[in-house]
């Protein structure tokens, strides 16, 4: 039997990604059995420095976040499909999209 006083969502976290997030697109976030954390933001680390979609990967909550890909001038997003994370993104200028599987990624099932 459920808690009808029961909390359904909280407490906030703040992801704290490098260089932040670009509002209009969206943050993708994923945790795998490990307890690995991936996430994508779309930023600039730097003033005037480039642009675009990166993945980040970090090991536990306190643990500094690692760049795992940089695509410059496109947009991404993370999908979980059949058990595999895969970095879904799209090229700049129209060139189609990419599937790009994040091959550490280990699933809660077996």
Avoid at 7 to 19: A, E, F, K, Q, S
Avoid at 82 to 107: C, M, S
Wanted: proline share 8%; glycine share 10%; aromatic share 10%.
């Amino acid at each position: 039997m459920s808690n009808p006083t029961a909390p359904i969502l909280g407490p906030d976290l703040p992801l704290n990604l490098p260089g932040g997030t670009y509002d209009a697109t969206l943050t993708s976030y994923e945790i795998d059995a490990m307890g690995k954390e991936y996430a994508t933001n779309m930023a600039r680390l730097v003033p005037n420095g480039p642009f675009g979609i990166r993945l980040w990967m970090r090991t536990s909550v306190k643990s500094p976040w690692q760049l795992l890909l940089f695509k410059q001038g496109c947009h991404g997003v993370l999908w979980l499909v059949r058990g595999k994370l895969y970095f879904v993104w799209n090229q700049a200028g129209g060139r189609g999209a990419i599937r790009t599987e994040v091959l550490n990624y280990v699933h809660t099932r077996p």
